[in-house]
Each structure stands twice: as C-alpha cells, then as structure tokens.
C-alpha cells in the first residue's frame, strides 16, 4: 500500500500535526476500493518508504471478508472520521466510572510486561519507551495514576508536571493511548504517542 502514496502532506518541508488519532473508525480507501477500520498505530512522518513526507496509520480492516491489519496507510488516503474511541466509550464521566472499577487491589492482575500497562495494573513505578525515542513513567497508587514524560537521557524534566490519568491502554507493538486530566482549567487532554517499544517495571526507594 505505501508505494501507491496519492498526495503529500508536507508544506515547505514540514509536517502539520496528525488528523487521526489510535481508536478513530476512519472510512479510507486505496484509489480503487472504498473501506472502515479503527486505526491501531499512528506513525508521525510516516513509515520509512514515505520519507517523511506525510503521516501513515496501520488500520484495522475486513477486506475479502477477513480481519486485517493495512500497514502503512498515507493520511491522505483517509476519507472521514466515523466516531473516536472516546465517543464510543460514551464520554468521559462513563470513562471515569470504568476506571474506578479498577481502584482497589482486588480489581488488580499482575503486571506482564507483554501486556504493557492499563487500568488492572497493581500499585508500583513502571516506563515505556516508544519508537521515536520518547520515554514516560507511570506511578501508581491505588486510585491515582501519574504521566510523566522523560528525556532522551531518562532524566526528569525540569519542567516536567506529573499529570494525573483517566485511562490508559499501553501495549507494546501499539501506539499508547492515555486520557489525561487537564492542567489548570484546561479540557481532558487525549495523548496518543508513537508505537510502544517496550514497558518495564522500575524501583525507586
């Protein structure tokens, strides 16, 4: 699919900002046929055969009747947004009540790292690291989950806020997606990252 790339996104040399984010229902189509799929990972900048000249999602599709997961899709080739993963997880206050389900150490599953990281994960410090390089820590303790992003050289930020979590899935070999309480009187903040490398448990005393 990608070396039918239909149209270029950048401007000048540079890229704007992704369109879709993991979780959208998108209806796209290859110049040929038309098609519905969720979007699993977003690359920024595309994959390597793209050049960095437009953005690409891998996207979740039925074609000749069977499940199939379309790499490297140019973002041009997506026609329309259908609905976002928050839309169907019917807002945030249901969003929310989903979470609390997971607040105590029963609701807990022990922590793997294939699985990446999500509500069930028990109490303790974990990091991810993603294919552009960025790197994260989640605290957790009971109720309260904490985001903080890290630098290339794993040190904390010095302007680095930890932002509380709503929700969150991080599974490696897929895009992270977080839902983030604002900072100040802000809105919800929804932050997609690039494709998670790997995710670990760290110890801090």
């Given at each position: ?17 992704m ?16 098609h ?19 953005h ?15 790499k ?12 976002t ?30 699985d ?11 990091e ?25 050289t ?35 903040t ?16």
């Open positions: 699919f990608a070396k039918k790339l239909l149209g270029v996104v950048a401007v000048n040399g540079k890229l704007g900002p369109l879709y984010k993991v979780g959208d229902i998108v209806n796209w189509s290859d110049g040929t046929e038309k519905v799929g969720e979007i699993i990972i977003a690359d920024f900048g595309g994959s390597l055969e793209m050049l960095g000249e437009q690409s999602y891998d996207i979740r599709s039925v074609l000749n009747g069977k499940p199939t997961l379309v490297h899709i140019p973002e041009a080739w997506i026609k329309q947004r259908l609905s993963k928050l839309e169907r997880q019917k807002g945030l206050e249901e969003l929310r009540a989903k979470a609390a389900q997971f607040d105590d150490d029963a609701s807990r599953t022990e922590f793997d790292p294939e990446g990281l999500n509500m069930a994960t028990p109490d303790g410090y974990y991810f690291e993603t294919y552009s390089g960025s790197r994260y820590q989640v605290a957790i303790h009971g109720k309260n989950r904490q985001l903080i992003r890290k630098n290339a794993a040190a904390m930020r010095q302007d680095g806020a930890a932002i509380e979590i709503i929700y969150m899935e991080i599974i490696p070999g897929r895009s992270g997606y977080l839902v983030l309480e604002p900072l100040g009187e802000g809105e919800v929804t932050r997609l990252t690039s494709q998670v490398v790997r995710v670990w448990r760290i110890e801090i005393s």
